[in-house]
């Protein structure tokens, strides 16, 4: 079946780094654009960083441009989101998703989604 499997959160200080990688299995991921999306306390699922199915493609959100970078290894099956300069206001539960053919930040038009890595930043 697929599965989109996150890791690497955790409890990091401000101005601290953290990076996160999603495992994918059960699809042909190189046919995918991959995004990160966060989820704080709250309805709204936040669009953070999406990549295209080669990796050569990617577009962010003002709040993460600069400091979070996206990237992925398709003979791993893999996507990662590299953090720095964390702040508070980072702390969420990060998510990553898969969509079949192009590069979008609406998360209604991903076909599948991980159950999330939790990222906390607080001293």
């Known amino acids: 079946q697929v599965q989109l499997v996150e890791s690497g959160g955790g409890l990091v200080q401000p101005g601290g780094s953290l990076r996160l990688s999603c495992a994918a299995s059960?699809?042909?991921?190189?046919?995918?654009?991959m995004g990160w999306f966060r989820q704080a306390p709250g309805p709204v699922r936040q669009f953070i960083a999406a990549?295209?199915?080669?990796?050569?493609?990617?577009y962010y959100a003002d709040s993460a441009n600069g400091r979070f970078t996206i990237s992925r290894d398709n003979a791993k099956n893999t996507v990662y989101l590299e953090m720095n300069n964390l702040k508070p206001e980072d702390t969420a539960v990060y998510y990553c998703?898969?969509?079949?053919?192009?590069?979008?930040?609406?998360?209604?038009?991903?076909?599948?989604w991980g159950q999330g890595t939790r990222v906390t930043v607080s001293s």
């Open positions: 998703a898969a969509v079949l053919t192009y590069l979008t930040v609406a998360p209604a038009r991903y076909d599948w």
């Open positions: 059960g699809f042909s991921f190189s046919h995918y654009a």
């Open positions: 990549i295209d199915e080669a990796g050569g493609s990617t």
